[in-house]
Nanobody
Framework: QVQLVESGGGMVQAGGSLRLSCAAS??????MGWFRQAPGKEREFVAA????????NYADSVKGRATISRDNAKNSVYLQMNSLKPEDTAVYYC?????????????????WGQGTQVTVSS
C-alpha cells in the first residue's frame, strides 16, 4: 500500500512555471507517474519515471516543457512544468504503478493521490 499527496498546484500566467510535488508514504518502491484531467475531458498521461529514476517517459503534449524527477530518500516525485499554456489547465494526479515496464495507461497504476489544481491564464 502507498499513500500519495500532491502539492504545488496553483494559478500561473501562460509562459510561467510550476513545480508539482508528490509525497509518498508506505511502500514506495514503485514506478511513478503524473496524469492530468481537464474539465470535460478524460484523464491523460503526462509523465512517468522508473523506481530508480533511470528511465522517463513523457506525453508528446509536454515533451520539452516538463521534467519528472524523484528523490527516493525523501519518498517524493516531482513534475517541473515550464512554458505553461492555458491547455495545461487541469487537475494533476500522482500515481504509483504496479509492474516493471514503465506504463502510460491509467489501468497500469494502482494507487492515486487526490490531485492538485493547475490553472494557466492567458
Amino acid at each position: 500500500q502507498v499513500q500519495l499527496v500532491e502539492s504545488g498546484g496553483g494559478m500561473v500566467q501562460a509562459g510561467g512555471s510550476l513545480r508539482l510535488s508528490c509525497a509518498a508514504s508506505g511502500r514506495t518502491a514503485y514506478n511513478m507517474g503524473w496524469f492530468r484531467q481537464a474539465p470535460g475531458k478524460e484523464r491523460e498521461f503526462v509523465a512517468a519515471i522508473t523506481w530508480l529514476g533511470a528511465v522517463t517517459n513523457y506525453a508528446d503534449s509536454v515533451k520539452g516543457r516538463a521534467t519528472i524527477s524523484r528523490d527516493n530518500a525523501k519518498n517524493s516525485v516531482y513534475l517541473q512544468m515550464n512554458s505553461l499554456k492555458p491547455e495545461d489547465t487541469a487537475v494533476y494526479y500522482c500515481a504509483a504503478q504496479i509492474g516493471v515496464r514503465l506504463g502510460n495507461r491509467e489501468s497500469e497504476y494502482a494507487y492515486w493521490g487526490q490531485g492538485t489544481q493547475v490553472t494557466v491564464s492567458s
